[in-house]
């Protein structure tokens, strides 16, 4: 017998083995942790697009349709309300302050926003008619107005319009705010009646139905329209772990997170100084601006990715104007656009 022959690994050759297969696995793991890095980074960087675009595209729908009324073009002397006061729509409301931003502690009693708006940012605030009409199907009396059935036959809210609803009645000259109180179909007519009740209800619940009073007389022949009208609010807040995004009110619906991951917006208004009905500066908006003469809006939307391990170092961009230094890694963008409004365009 042999007793010289190998029957097993010497220490060095076990070394040198642990050794090798150390350097291995630690290639893969550099792999692994690369390869996540750049999942992540794509992932949120996919995000981010995905939310800024979207949040342009939100904001700038809702903006061109600002101080819409149908065919007319809104003035103060051509447009009456008949609703009681408190309403955002009551008497003495100015259609040409059809967009508005405030800043987020200075938000009016009667737009009551949940979540609060987050510190240093601005909440902006439109006001139209939807874009869906009734065309008027005769004239108007003194207590109801009457449209075509377009959609809905049967329901609560044929038409489109239902109880309590705020809307608008308007043709090329003029228009009139006031609340439906009662909706009733009859075959293919919809009749609104705007009585006193209801809330805030109308504190003028008769006009209408004198042939010679023609600010109060609303004909099919003038292809007079009934819309409803809205007020949407677009501002930042935060969720309850603190995470920032866009958020959007309708009218006095609960407010509700529209886009995660926004988290600033700025805003600027253009004016028209000579009156072609064109920008000629953009401002800053101010309580003393003028906003019969604000024809476009020009903004920027701040967008962050959701992870902070997004990126190796603190980023640096430009917004608002000013250069900032980021305090996380998570990857930030700044989308921007102008937008007419075509309610004062010509």
Request: with cysteine.
């Amino acid at each position: 017998m042999n007793r010289n022959k190998q029957t097993g690994l010497s220490l060095v050759e076990l070394m040198i083995a642990i050794t090798i297969g150390l350097v291995l696995m630690t290639g893969v793991v550099q792999m692994f942790i690369s390869s996540k890095s750049v999942f992540t980074t794509q992932q949120g960087l996919s995000r981010l697009q995905e939310t800024g675009r979207l949040a342009v595209e939100f904001i700038s729908r809702d903006l061109r349709q600002s101080g819409f009324l149908g065919c007319m073009y809104p003035t103060a002397w051509n447009i009456d309300s008949t609703l009681n006061p408190g309403h955002t729509f009551s008497p003495g409301f100015d259609f040409n302050q059809s967009m508005n931003v405030y800043a987020h502690d200075a938000v009016p009693g009667n737009i009551p926003l949940a979540p609060n708006p987050v510190e240093d940012t601005p909440v902006l605030v439109l006001y139209a008619a939807s874009g869906d009409s009734a065309n008027v199907s005769r004239t108007n009396t003194a207590n109801t107005v009457f449209v075509n059935l377009t959609s809905g036959a049967g329901t609560v809210c044929p038409s489109g319009i239902c109880a309590n609803d705020i809307v608008v009645i308007s043709d090329c000259d003029k228009a009139k705010i006031f609340q439906v109180t009662a909706v009733n179909e009859s075959g293919a007519e919809v009749a609104l009646r705007h009585d006193a009740g209801a809330a805030p209800g109308n504190s003028r619940p008769i006009w209408g139905g004198d042939p010679n009073n023609l600010t109060e007389t609303f004909e099919k022949e003038s292809d007079a329209e009934v819309f409803k009208l809205n007020r949407v609010a677009y501002y930042i807040g935060e969720d309850a772990d603190g995470n920032p995004g866009l958020y959007q009110q309708t009218n006095l619906d609960p407010s509700f997170e529209l886009l995660r991951g926004v988290e600033n917006l700025n805003i600027l208004i253009g004016l028209d100084t000579n009156g072609d009905r064109a920008a000629d500066d953009y401002v800053a908006p101010a309580p003393a601006l003028n906003w019969e003469n604000a024809v476009a809006a020009r903004i920027e939307v701040l967008v962050q990715t959701p992870d902070d391990n997004a990126t190796n170092e603190e980023q640096t961009y430009e917004f608002a104007g000013n250069e900032v230094t980021a305090d996380d890694n998570r990857i930030r963008q700044v989308f921007t656009t102008t937008v007419g409004i075509r309610s004062r365009l010509p």
